[in-house]
């Protein structure tokens, strides 16, 4: 015979198991943007310099008759000691400065770094649109997307580095492969 058991459960361990099972689903869409992540190397940069690795050296499509244009990559310093991001340079642009951004009076305003961007050990710093950039400025062409521009940095310890930004869209918020969307100059 077969003892039948009053259900021992109401409503709460059946919301446990939704909340269960949402869970599952987020864990399944965090391993497929994973997967969308890594197939992105492929074509990714990564620079090594000293304690230095340079990732995702990128920037935007220039419009019509544009002097100026943003460059965007990201810098983590592996070191035990500080690093600087001095100075930069370029063929495509009579001089290339590095940028922040700040917010003036409710108004976003941008100045460059005279002492250039200091690299903390341990530490990653990201210049992406809305903060931290390379302000190419003067440039001789148009960036077209698809494009690689050659750059190179100085670091005070980790001396000069060579890179290439991709360039993408005009509207690009991200390199390509990264849709973190619009930030910073949104807010
Ligand atoms: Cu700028």
């Known amino acids: 015979m077969v003892a039948i058991h009053p259900p021992q459960t109401n409503a709460e361990p ?7 099972m949402k869970n599952i689903t987020r864990t399944f869409a965090c391993a497929a943007t994973l997967l969308a992540l890594l197939a992105v190397p492929a074509h990714a940069q990564e620079i090594k ?4 690795v ?8 220039t419009p019509g008759g544009a002097k100026i244009a943003g460059g965007y990559l990201t810098i983590e310093n592996k070191g035990t000691a500080p690093d600087r991001l001095t100075a930069v340079s370029g063929d495509i642009a009579g001089k290339v400065e590095i940028h922040e951004m700040a917010m003036n ?25 809305g903060g931290y950039h ?17 750059l190179e940095l100085q670091f005070e310890k980790a001396g000069k580095v060579a890179l290439s930004l991709d360039v993408q869209g005009v509207g ?9 969307g619009p930030h910073g100059m949104k807010k």
Request: zero cysteines; charged letters at 25%.
């Open 105 to 129: 009076n409710g108004v976003m305003t941008m100045r460059p770094l005279d002492k250039g961007l200091a690299i903390e050990p341990g530490k990653t710093v990201k210049l992406a649109p």
């Open 54 to 61: 340079i990732t995702q050296p990128w920037s935007r499509a």
């Open 172 to 180: 690009a918020q991200a390199p390509a492969g990264h849709s973190d």
């Open 134 to 150: 390379l302000m190419l400025m003067d440039l001789k062409n148009p960036l077209k997307q698809g494009e690689k521009v050659p």
């Open 14 to 20: 059946f919301e446990h198991e939704s909340r269960t």
């Open 49 to 52: 310099a000293g304690d230095l």
